[in-house]
DNA sequence: ATAATTTGTTAGATTAACTAAACTTATTAT
DNA sequence: ATAATAAGTTTAGTTAATCTAACAAATTAT
């Protein structure tokens, strides 16, 4: 059995090589806040330990055996915040934290009945993929909020990140996972956007946020 | 934050010690399955931080520090096992191993959120009580099945030990929590007890099986 | 092409959790 | 009272995970 820590490393390895495709040490370092010579050494662990392909100098990458544990700490962790948001009455922005800690339980059973419970979802809250028992996660391509026009209208279907910051932001503006928005103007000067959702009208957000927003196109 | 290791090593000294009242480290390392020298210099460690006291050579108590500690592991152990049972329809044999490892959560919100879910229960699957947040556990005395006479009508409402291997038994023979007995008849060679109950007329009990069950009398 | 900067590696140390082997103290049996 | 046994302790050593400091390679800027 792979220790929590050894299960965190994966976990980072697979994001990141998700969303950049090669992953290098200081990356890695960074997003699991250990110094660099520190995840230095564990690389070469998980290397000797079949996880990871490793070349001194050169960029990571899970061996297919690394991917498919990485997939399935994933799956684990998707499960809960999605038990958690759908079962025990949690916000988007709470789970995260608690997700980070479950997804280390050693016990099939356990997400089995997850799964089952929650109807076998292939998103978890924040509309990012679940993986399926085998290690295997499509992941769709959606385009972000920046790229519409005005007039189009869209569903808001995920996000890029999800920071808590970011959740109660949106929170804040009651926007939600699902919600149609109408995109009414965009700002010339800062590529910022007015639109319009459910009783909210003309709300404005900032290119920031608007990249942040992953949509699919209604209509 | 206690590491997992030293949370198992408090909550079971306190088990140890609602069972028994003094505690030496040699049945403290049976019970954790570590050698005596590792769970001696973890008592020496667990002194230092001031969770035990601790003489060489006298038998361990916790301090209240250490008691409360402990505590509030077994409340989140026993939630948890509630909730497992309660919640998402887990068998009371199936649990004790998930909640070993969701006892170790560090998270407030999650725990304070199963016990509303769960409506502020008192006792775990197995009849055992939770201590509620202030570490506080009232320990009720039950007598065993083993001390009751023939024509005694009582109910299960827990039990001496809840080993998967125990609990299997008693579902094999349909016995839940809350069952009403009637004991038929004393064996006198063996003790060996023939009791009623629900659809179940006549069974025959051990002298072994009598002395873990704990009773209420009724009538 | 050389220098500066960034990225990655190695060496040496620390801490937590564990072990086997040797030793000491306490308890029990003769 | 002495010997035998059980219980507890110490010592020396391992592995996993981390760090700082020093060094090396690769990349980027001049
Ligand atoms: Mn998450
Ligand atoms: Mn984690
Ligand atoms: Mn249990
Ligand atoms: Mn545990």
């Not at 976990?11 to 992953?23: I, M, N, Q, T």
């Not at 890695?28 to 330990?49: D, F, G, R």
């Not at 089995?112 to 391509?141: C, Y």
């Not at 010339?188 to 196109?217: I, Q």
Request: aromatic share 8%; charged share 25%.
């Amino acid at each position: 059995m792979a220790s929590p820590t050894v299960e965190n490393y994966l976990k980072a390895l697979f994001l990141l090589s998700v969303e950049k495709g090669e992953v290098n040490i200081t990356e890695l370092s960074n997003l699991l806040q250990v110094k660099l010579p520190t995840a230095n050494s564990m690389i070469k662990s998980l290397h000797e330990q079949g996880w990871v392909s490793y070349e001194k100098y050169k960029p990571l990458t899970l061996t297919p055996k690394g991917k498919k544990k990485a997939a399935l700490i994933v799956r684990k962790h998707r499960l809960t915040e999605m038990y958690l948001v759908e079962k025990m009455g949690f916000g988007w922005e709470e789970v995260h934290e608690i997700a980070e800690q479950v997804e280390h339980i050693d016990s099939t059973i356990f997400f089995e009945r997850m799964d089952e419970l929650l109807g076998n979802p292939n998103v978890d809250p924040h509309g990012s993929p679940i993986p399926d028992k085998n290690g295997d996660m499509q992941q769709k391509v959606y385009d972000p909020l920046g790229v519409c026009l005005p007039g189009d209208t869209v569903k808001l279907v995920a996000l890029v990140h999800s920071s808590s910051e970011f959740l109660k932001f949106l929170n804040r503006r009651e926007l939600q996972l699902g919600a149609k928005l109408k995109i009414e103007s965009i700002e010339d000067y800062d590529k910022s956007m007015v639109v319009s959702y459910e009783n909210h009208s003309f709300e404005t957000f900032s290119k920031d946020v608007c990249d942040a927003l992953l949509v699919e196109r209604l209509g």
